[in-house]
Structures are given as C-alpha cells and as structure tokens.
C-alpha cells in the first residue's frame, strides 16, 4: 500500500515581507531615531549655547539612563501584566510632550541645564517602558526561529538612527538654533505611535491572575531566573561593565570633541555618528556572522577582537590624528552590535514567556543602570583627570569587560540551546 503524499508546509514569508513586523520595525525605527539625535542634540545645546560644566555634562548623559535604576525592575512586571503595544505608544507620547517644552523655554529665555536634565530623566522613564517592552513584544510577533533574524533588523535600523541621528541633531542646531530640531525629535515619536496603531495582530493583555501577585515576588523571580543561569549572569556582568565605562566617555566625549579638537557641531554629529556606522556593518552582517562562528562563541569572541579598538580614541588630536579615533569608533560599533544581536537572541529564546518581560527589565536594569553610574563617574573623572584622562579610563574599563565572557562556560560552547543553557550552572 503506498504512503499517503502530504504536501510540504508553506515557506514562511520573510519578516520584512510581514506587515506586522514591518509596521512594528518601522516604529521602533522612527523612536530610535530620536532618542539618537536627542542624545546629540541635548549635550551639544547644554556644551554650548548654556555653557555646562563637566559635571552638569556628566548630570545629564547620566539623567538620559537613570530611569533604569529609578524603575528598571518594577518596569519588568509592569510591561509583563500591560498590553504592551499600547504601553509603547503612551510612552512615545509622552516624551513627546515633554520634549515640547524644550523649545517653549528657549524661545521665552527661560532654557536651562536644570531643565534639560529633568526632561532628560523623564524621557529615559518612559524609554525604559518603550524599550523593555519592544524587546519583550517581538516573540509575540515573530516565530522563535526567526528572532535571530528579527534581532538582526531591529539592531540595524537602531544602528542607522546612531549613523544618522547625532550628525542631523548637530547640524539642523547648527543652522537653525535648538528649538526646532527637538521639535522635530517630538514628532518622531508621535510617527512612531501612529505606526504602532496601526499593526492589527491583537495586542494580547499580561497573563491573566499575574496583578494578584506581589511586586517583589515578581522582581525577585526575575532575578532569581537570572542567578541560576551561569550564562546569562555572565554576559548580563559583560554588557553592564561596558555600559559603566560607555558612560564615563558619553558624560566627556563631547566636551572633547568640541574643547580639546575644536570641532563645530556639525562636525561633532558626524564624529558621532561613526560610532553607529560601525553599528549599521554590524547589523547588517550579524546573521551571517552569528550562524557561521556560533551564536556563544559570537557572544565571546566578537567583543575580544573589537571592544580594544577604543583605546585609539584618547590617542585622538586635530587634523589627520583623528582618523585612527575614528577607526576605533568603528570597530568598537561593529562589534556592539554583532554581541548584541547574538546576546538578546538567545535571552529570547531561554527565557519563558511568563519570564520574558522581567529578565529583559533586569538585565536592563543592571546595564543601564551601569551606564548611568558611569556617566556620574566620568563627571567627576573630567573634573580632576582631564577630559583626556577619563576617556583613557572609559576605552581601558570596555576591553577589560570581555573577561566576564572570556571566563564563562561560554568557551566551550558554539551555540546556545535552551534545554542547557537555561539550568542552573548552564
């Protein structure tokens, strides 16, 4: 008797072809977007129209990811139990709102450090929710064979507003005064809602019962989750060592750019933005480069053969002397991003779907939070090391992070998988 032919399943469409994806992509693409000509745009308008000191410079690269600390593991709950497209779109509206009231104070003469800084802090509140929950919300989009490749074109398109971002930042300040390009900024992120209304898959509520449950218990359980994985703590100890040292060179790099070299704002966007070019390579390629080397052995080596090429940046002077700080920059972006990729995808996939949302706040939480200390740290560094001293301390402190990953059980491994990777001492 022969076999019964059954036909082959259906080739899945390729996720840019997806219109859920598409829309979501794309307004996660608009948000990022600002936030990049943001992180330009606020330390340029301080540096020079209200003439900030390293301190007040290292107050504000800090007040971007204090939201981190203030809420990052409560926010994890929070985007577990909320319908988290919905969540994103408050978000986006109100940092829209707050950046509005940027350009109101300057038109009035009222503009000051202070204010920045709390519409800085703000802001980073609501891009917590925004981030957590994106980051959350895409396996309720994509099959979980595709995150890799859903990962790849979210960081690609995060990596081209870096690219973009700053240089259109400084140069629109530059040629027309502050107020509009944060206006600008502001309507990004109402675009960006606007797209997210329209993805029509159903934005499926937080699991039913999970409100009845403590807080802590909930942010306990998250960490707990993280604990009992010896990979996961490792690479969440690598991101938030780099983050810490990112942050001491966010809180100077520009007050470098613009003092020490003397660059112009247009000029400093540029600089900048070769940070993300790296990025934008990076993207661009980690697919590849994940699933020929390996997904943990990218998550290792990759930051080892990159992450030292900031060291070229305090070895930076006027003129030809810029160019090797410039290679680093784009070394150092190509190499983020391919560990990053590589990283967030397998946290995806390890992790529950109960879990999810709480993990990503905590691994959020330490390395943002990481980040916002770092960027009080290089305050102070620039006060009495010298703009110069701190950077050296910033590009010494990033490669040195690789060793969480070097020293892990991640050396022996190619790839990740869930059934290992997720038990304690994995």
């Known amino acids: 008797m022969s076999e019964p032919v059954t036909a082959p399943p259906p080739t899945p469409r390729p996720l840019h072809r997806q219109h859920a994806f598409r829309l979501f992509w794309a307004a996660e693409s608009v948000s990022q977007f600002g936030t990049y000509v943001g992180n330009a745009l606020l330390p340029l308008l301080a540096a020079t129209a209200l003439a900030a000191t390293p301190l007040e410079m290292g107050l504000l690269s800090a007040a971007e990811t204090m939201g981190y600390l203030l809420i990052g593991l409560p926010a994890g709950v929070w985007v577990a139990r909320a319908r988290q497209r919905l969540l994103m779109r408050r978000a986006n509206t109100g940092r829209a709102l707050l950046l509005c009231t940027i350009p109101v104070a300057w038109w009035g003469g009222l503009l000051t450090v202070g204010q920045l800084i709390a519409v800085a802090l703000l802001c980073g509140v609501l891009a917590v929710l925004f981030d957590v929950a ?8 994509v099959d979980r064979d595709r995150l890799l490749e859903g990962n790849a074109r979210l960081q690609s398109s995060q990596s081209l507003a870096q690219v973009t971002g700053p240089g259109v930042g400084g140069t629109l300040a530059q040629l027309t005064g502050p107020a509009w390009p944060v206006l600008a900024m502001a309507a990004g992120y109402l675009t960006s809602t606007l797209l997210l209304r329209r993805v029509r898959e159903t934005d499926p509520p937080g699991p039913a019962g999970g409100a009845d449950r403590p807080l802590l218990a909930e942010v306990r359980a998250g960490l707990r989750f993280l ?18 040292f990112t942050g001491v060179l966010s ?9 020490a070299l003397g660059l112009t704002g247009s000029a400093v966007g540029a600089v900048l933005s070769v940070l993300g070019l790296g990025g934008v390579l990076g993207a661009l390629s980690a697919y ?16 080892l053969a990159t992450f030292p090429a900031l060291l070229l940046v305090p070895l930076a002077g006027r003129g030809a002397l810029l160019v090797p700080a410039l290679a680093g920059l784009l070394v150092t972006g190509y190499g983020v991003v391919v560990y990053n990729v590589a990283q967030v995808s397998y946290r995806q996939v390890v992790c529950p779907e109960a879990m999810l949302a709480r993990v990503n706040a905590t691994v959020r939480f330490l390395g943002f939070g990481a980040m916002t200390l770092g960027a009080l740290a290089g305050g102070v560094l620039g006060e009495y090391l010298g703009v110069r001293g701190a950077l050296w301390v910033a590009a010494t402190g990033t490669a040195l992070a690789t060793l969480w990953v070097i020293c892990s059980p991640l050396r022996g491994l190619r790839d990740f998988t869930p059934t290992a990777s997720s038990r304690t001492g994995a």
């Open 134 to 141: 994106y980051q959350s919300h895409l396996p309720a989009l």
């Open 227 to 244: 604990a009992r994985s010896r990979t996961l703590l490792a690479i969440t100890c690598c991101t938030a060592t780099a983050n810490f």
């Open 251 to 259: 809180a100077v790099q520009v007050l470098f750019l613009t003092g």
């Open 288 to 303: 590849r480069v994940v699933r020929r080397i390996g997904q943990a052995r990218a998550v290792w080596l990759v930051p």
